[in-house]
């Protein structure tokens, strides 16, 4: 299958990885929205949020507590956790992820 971030996950193409364990991984996103902005992935292939089943919860709730623990690795006192659903939720690709988003200058 032609998913770029299931190359990224078996290591075909590079990227700047901050966490990686048996079924996910966080990088760095390429075209960064934010000071820090990171993906994290599952390493298997689900489209999006709209494509969960229920065996996934644990693998979602996993996501989430990487993104928490990124973020607390950056020191991040405050963030953003996004996931972009299907197109006309600006989902541009079709492997699950989830945006954090952070480190602007406070207010
Ligand atoms: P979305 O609009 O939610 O589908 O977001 C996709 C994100 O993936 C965008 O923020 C892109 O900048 C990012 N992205 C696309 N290709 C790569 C890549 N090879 N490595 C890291 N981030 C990427
Ligand atoms: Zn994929």
Redesign the pocket.
């Given at each position: 299958m032609d998913c770029?971030f299931c190359k990224?996950a078996k290591k075909e193409?590079p990227?700047e990885l901050a966490m990686e364990t048996e079924s996910l991984m966080a990088?760095?996103?390429?075209?960064p929205?934010a000071p820090v902005h990171y993906?994290v992935i599952p390493k298997e292939h689900i489209q999006s949020i709209a494509h969960l089943e229920g065996n996934h919860k644990e693998l979602l709730a996993g996501l989430i507590y990487a993104a928490k623990d990124l973020a607390a690795k950056f020191d991040l006192k405050g963030y953003k956790l996004v996931f972009?659903v299907g197109r006309e939720g600006?989902?541009?690709?079709d492997h699950l992820?989830l945006?954090l988003l952070g480190g602007w200058p406070q207010p």
């Open positions: 770029v990224i193409i990227a990088f760095k996103d390429i075209r929205s993906l972009n600006g989902q541009v690709i992820h945006h």
